[in-house]
């Protein structure tokens, strides 16, 4: 009988209560800031991350996860007695994180090759961040949860991988700007002319397919966009940030819009804090299948 264990990041801004609620194992992300280091997830809530960010003028750096913790997960699985560990990354484009945990596979069975027939370690690479593998990881461990085995739970996987689309805009381009997703002159002009770019990721890849004129053209644009690009009838969740008035704005209009509410909402942690600030709104969607 299969014993299916999901394994995530931190990046995946899947809160503690629903960890612990679907059994998902989450590895915090280091993040310095301030010249002292913590960890996503364990020293402080994503509201507290905010207030730090408001309250510092320092910019804060993620590190990647070494592959020494994706070792001792492996290891802890097995002595659990998993028949399976399903790791779903953050993208292979954005982070080493993910390198390190095919590192850390192949230096556990070598350790252990005892385990190669027992314990499988399946590594999904989702080629992105946020909610467009947070929401798919819970999904997941609700499939395993509900009996499902490791094949069913990664076609799941890779039918949503290469369909999802994950939308946001940033309020303020401080952070977009020093991140390099705008360029300074791109990000300046912008603030000059009250643009707000739409950053999309798909494939691992950032693009701004749009910039919006006027705050009060956001939400407009944001759900115009999600209807355009989603398919209907098909799950969604969105991205909120320190902004809790246009987030239920958001909400109820996109609602209204598409027909029925989001599946979740997530509060989007320090990986797109530090790129984006935390002034942001976003959504994710199933889209056409790429590739």
Not at 50 to 65: G, L
Not at 285 to 291: E, L
Request: glycine fraction near 8%.
């Amino acid at each position: 009988m299969s014993k299916i264990k999901i394994l995530t990041d931190s990046a995946s801004d899947i809160d503690k209560k629903t960890a612990e609620e679907y059994g998902i194992h989450v590895i915090g992300f280091s993040i310095v800031f301030d010249g002292k280091e913590y960890t996503e997830g364990v020293d402080f809530t994503a509201e507290e991350f905010y207030e730090m960010m408001s309250s510092s003028s320092d910019f804060p750096k993620t590190s990647q996860i070494k592959t020494e913790q994706f070792t001792e997960c492996f290891e802890k699985f097995f002595d659990e007695g998993y028949t399976d560990v399903i790791y779903i990354s953050i993208s292979s484009t954005g982070s080493a994180t993910h390198g390190n945990s095919v590192a850390a596979k192949e230096a556990f069975y070598e350790k252990h090759p005892e385990a190669a027939e027992k314990m499988n370690i399946h590594i999904v690479d989702s080629l992105n961040y946020t909610a467009a593998y947070g929401y798919p990881a819970i999904e997941a461990a609700n499939k395993a949860n509900r009996g499902a085995d490791a094949d069913e739970i990664i076609a799941y996987l890779e039918d949503w991988i290469p369909c999802a689309e994950l939308h946001f805009v940033a309020y303020t381009l401080e952070y977009v700007k020093r991140s390099g997703r705008l360029s300074a002159a791109a990000a300046f002009m912008g603030e000059l002319l009250g643009l707000k770019p739409i950053i999309t990721v798909t494939d691992g890849v950032s693009s701004v397919p749009e910039k919006i004129r006027g705050e009060k053209n956001i939400i407009p644009k944001m759900i115009e966009l999600a209807k355009k690009n989603m398919i209907p009838q098909t799950p969604y969740a969105l991205l909120e940030g320190s902004l809790p008035e246009e987030s239920e704005v958001f909400k109820k209009e996109i609602t209204k819009a598409i027909g029925y509410p989001p599946e979740r909402v997530f509060k989007i942690g320090s990986t797109i804090s530090c790129h984006a600030g935390h002034k942001v709104i976003g959504f994710v969607i199933k889209g056409q299948k790429r590739g």
